[in-house]
């Protein structure tokens, strides 16, 4: 009776260990799975100085050019933020970029947004036309958004030219049935410096506006970033990336002076029922986060695509033009696009990831810079160095004095086969812990089967083991 009690007992030790192991996996696999469901909405810059916005100017914490600041701004609320400008810089540019990020899961309807404008020390508001307003649109979906101010340069009486504290005004506008969850906020001050001679005053008239033909070759797999700061660095090609619903994804290419940039974004077929009108929405904003323009698609469960109006070289001059989209191709640097899935694909299609991809041209050869009397803060802002080109093909993120949020760089695998490796690890872990668990509960079973053994006149194995019984030969 003694041995078939140890024999069972081994049965059941066995048993549970077994489904100690087989749990092990799938739960490394469902823990890895949940947090890939769950994208971070944005990750802010390494090292964001966090700061309170004012309710009145004379309270307003003063920006310093090159640095990340960090915030909040609560449902309707307005907030002020200073500068100091000098004469000078009436020549030159000033630009205040806020990128506002709802939590996720945010109720938020087309007219939701924020409202970035700058005033001058006498409280006239600097012109800055529509380009500091930043909606959600019709897609409806929480997601970062970025609006920025200027003090705008060139001749006649404009107002803001002078020198003195300047206020940044940020607004967050909220239409009915929207959450009232505070927003965090994102705040970069860009210095660009003034030319050492009068330069032209009107944007350029003619310049190749034609559809380029659409950019063929074989997708090499770069993953997107989770900020401006995180952006993956690409170069002219054909890329593919995965992206879930209701994430942002951050990428960035280097666009030189007298360079015109062309991008196609196209998301792939899933299984599922229904059409979402607005589904996807590809942005591209400038070196200082300015919102260039953008291009969005429906969405049936089919291939689609969507790409950007074709876009004028970048020049100074630029700047004088009525078109925000002709203005926003003003300097040359890093300029960003910004992909966004909607979040109520999941509803109709599911959470994903699905499949993301990237076509991007660069066209004409880089030309000279215009002659700035200065540098630019931070430095490099305005220019493409070697450096920069190098990350392009390398896949780098934005790291260090950029601000980055430390991406690992080069040319990653896909999101899902990344999660697919952590899966392994952490299943592996699991599979180890779940062996190591079942061993220590079969000793202590055989130990404890063996004295009682001994104690009915079981005849013990030589050097104090236990008796040959089942439980031991399975143990090996």
């Known amino acids: 009776m003694g041995r078939r009690t140890g024999w069972w007992r081994g049965r059941m030790v066995l048993a549970g260990a077994a489904a100690l192991l087989s749990v092990a996996a799938p739960l490394g696999q469902v823990t890895t799975a949940t947090a890939a469901e769950a994208p ?15 309710t009145k100017t004379t309270d307003a914490v003063r920006l310093t050019p090159g640095t990340y600041y960090r915030s909040t701004i609560r449902d309707n609320g307005k907030l002020y933020y200073g500068l100091r400008l000098d004469e000078g810089s009436s020549a030159s540019g000033a630009y205040v970029s806020a990128t506002a ?15 970035v404008s700058l005033q001058d020390p006498d409280g006239h508001r600097c012109f ?9 649109g019709p897609t409806e979906s929480p997601r970062p958004i970025t609006a920025w101010a200027s003090r705008r340069a060139g001749p006649g009486a404009y107002t803001c030219k002078g020198a003195g504290t300047y206020s940044v005004l940020v607004e967050r506008t909220s239409g009915p049935g929207t959450s009232l969850d505070d927003w965090e906020l994102e705040l970069r001050y860009v210095s660009e410096p003034a030319l050492e001679k009068t330069a032209a005053t009107a944007a350029p008239q003619v310049w190749d506006s034609a559809s380029p033909q659409v950019l063929e070759g074989s997708a090499r797999t770069r993953e997107g970033g989770a900020s401006f700061s995180g952006a993956r660095s690409l170069e002219q090609g054909v890329w593919k990336d995965g992206i879930q619903a209701g994430q942002t994804l951050f990428y960035r290419v280097p666009v030189d002076w007298g360079q015109q940039m062309d991008a196609t974004v196209e998301l792939g077929p899933a299984s599922g029922d229904g059409y979402l009108g607005n589904a996807l929405v590809m942005s591209l904003h400038n070196p200082v986060r300015a919102l260039v323009d953008d291009a969005d698609t429906g969405y049936d469960g089919s291939r689609k695509q969507t790409a950007l109006e074709p876009l004028p070289p970048v ?12 203005g926003g191709m003003r300097f040359a640097g890093w300029y960003y696009l910004v992909v966004h899935l909607a979040a109520e694909m999941s509803d109709k299609f599911g959470d994903g990831p699905f ?10 050869t880089a030309g000279e810079a215009p002659a700035y009397s200065g540098a630019a803060v931070p430095r490099d802002a305005f220019e493409v160095t070697t450096e920069d080109r190098d990350a392009a ?13 430390g991406g690992d760089g080069g040319d990653g695998g896909s999101s899902g086969e990344n999660n697919a490796m952590r899966a392994v690890a952490v299943g592996g872990i699991g599979t180890g ?3 190591v668990l079942g061993l220590a509960m079969w000793t202590v079973v055989a130990r404890r089967r063996a004295g009682a053994e001994t104690a009915e006149g079981a005849v013990p194995v030589p050097g104090g083991g236990a008796s040959r019984t089942y439980g031991r030969s399975r143990a090996r």
């Open 40 to 54: 971070p909405p944005y990750r802010f810059a390494v090292g964001a100085e966090r700061i309170e916005g004012a």
């Open 101 to 115: 990020v709802p939590k996720p899961g945010t109720k938020v309807v087309y007219s939701d947004g924020i409202k």
């Open 128 to 136: 800055s036309g529509d380009a500091g307003v930043a909606r959600f």
């Open 315 to 326: 020049a100074y001059e630029n700047r004088f033009a009525v078109d925000d989209q002709v």
């Open 355 to 364: 499949e993301l991809t990237l076509r991007v041209r660069v066209r004409g």
């Open 393 to 405: 093909a390398s896949g780098s993120a934005a790291t260090g004095g950029d601000g980055g949020d």
């Open 433 to 435: 812990c779940a062996l």
